[in-house]
Every structure is written in C-alpha cells, then in structure tokens.
C-alpha cells in the first residue's frame, strides 16, 4: 500500500502545482497611465501608475543627479532603470487587477528601453529644451505587509507599458553640450490595431467562390475536349478517304 500511496500523494502535489501557477508568470498589468520622473536636485521623487484597474504609487530610489550630457550630432539612449519602493512607516494602497491592498509597501523594479535620437543643434535661448522619443517598460512590482525584508508578500505581478521618454536639456554659460536637468517617461494607452479576424460567413463565402471557380474552369475543359473530339491529353485525329 506504501508504494500506491506515495503515488497518490505525488500526483496531487502535481495537480497543485499545475493549479496554482506562479506569480510572476501571471498576465501583466498594462500600464496606460501616469510616470516617473526624476530631475537634478529633487531626491527619492514620487511616482503613480495606472492601468488595468490598478493603482500603485511610492518613490523612485534616486539621489537627485544630472542625467545626462551630450553634445549636438550625439546619439542620445534614454535607457533608465528604476527601482521603487514605499518610505518606512508610510504605507500606500496598492490596487491589482480591482483588488486593493491597504496599508501595503511597495518593492519593485522598471526597466525603461527608449529609441535613441540625434541631438539637434543649438537652439537659442537658455531655457531647458525637451527632447522626446518613445519608449517600452517592463517590470515586476511586489507588495507586502511591513517594510521589513521578512514581511509577508500581498501580490506580485509583472508590468509592461510603453509611452514617451523625454529629456530636459540645457546649454550653461555657453557649454560645448547639452546638460540635462532631468528625465520623464509617461504612459500612454497602448496601440490597439490588429489585423482584421475573417468571420465565419466570410469563410464560407470565399470557400465558396474558390470551389465555383475550379468548377468553372473544369466544364470549360471538358466541353473544349468534346469540341476538338479529344480528351484531356489527347488530341482529335481525322481520317480522310
């Protein structure tokens, strides 16, 4: 009996496993809405997201800093990881997928890849200039029951988004490059066209119009051969006295 029961304990850790798939192999949430932005001199700046009927909100874990230099004619990336977290003792509410989590610390990490410009030249004025170009986000975010390391998970879901990444950049008393004061990625909803789907009836329909075509085409040779007294392959022979 030992051996059939080990058997059936085994299967149903199995059937467990196949139920309760991992977290971070759920459906991404979208996110449509919202950003994070960081400029010189402002530390630990704040952030939101929004999408699929979920919220998160927290700061980013940067120092304020100088993104970035270039000059014009440079090939500029915007490549940005963040990490984001909740300050100790100030907790938010989380919302996944319309479900909320009160009170919840939030942990987790973007990885922003943005599609690299040329640095025009220039312009006048001393007034930081944006440079825009669009971006693509993925990440995971994590929220638990306390800050410490050893509070218990509430949800972790993976998150994907997409938007415009800009940079703000300044030329100072008359420096060879571009300084950048700061960088922001906004979401934007995502593209929804897609190739169209045929429906049924159009299946049909066009089935059909391909089987009367070959039909056609097949009587046209059947009375062309009866015409010149032939076959398919044959050719008419005639006899003269």
């Known amino acids: 009996m030992a ?19 991992n977290r971070s192999e759920a459906d991404p ?28 909100s927290g700061v980013v874990a940067d120092a304020g800093f100088i993104c970035c230099t270039f000059r014009p004619g440079d090939v500029v ?16 509410s989380s919302v996944v997928n319309g479900v909320v989590y009160p009170g919840s610390y939030l942990r987790g990490n973007l990885s922003f890849t ?10 006048v004025g001393s007034s930081p200039f944006p440079f825009s170009t669009p971006f693509t986000m993925t990440g995971q975010l994590s929220g638990f029951s306390g800050n410490a390391l050893d509070s218990s998970m509430l949800f ?17 008393n008359d420096a060879p490059f571009y300084i950048g004061q700061g960088q922001s990625f906004q979401f934007e909803p995502e593209a929804q ?16 119009g391909v089987f009367s075509a070959l039909s056609a085409m097949r009587r046209r040779r059947r009375g062309k051969a009866k015409a010149t007294g032939g076959g398919y392959g ?4 005639t006899q003269s006295n």
Do not use: H, K, M, W
Request: charged content about 5%.
């Open 156 to 172: 972790s879901v993976p998150v994907r988004g997409s938007g415009t990444a800009t940079v703000f950049a300044a030329v100072v």
């Open 29 to 56: 949430v979208v996110i449509t809405a919202g950003g994070v932005y960081t400029f010189n001199g402002v530390d630990l700046p704040g952030f939101q997201l929004r999408g699929n009927d979920s919220i998160f």
């Open 234 to 237: 044959g050719n008419a022979i």
């Open 114 to 123: 943005a599609e690299p410009f040329v640095a025009p030249p220039f312009p």
């Open 3 to 21: 051996p059939l029961f080990r058997s059936y304990v085994l299967g149903a850790a199995v059937l467990a496993i196949l139920a309760c798939p």
């Open 193 to 208: 066209a897609q190739a169209p789907v045929p429906e049924p009836a159009t299946i049909v329909l066009f089935g059909t």
């Open 77 to 92: 990336t915007l490549n940005y990881n963040a990490t984001l977290f909740t300050f100790p003792g100030q907790p938010t």
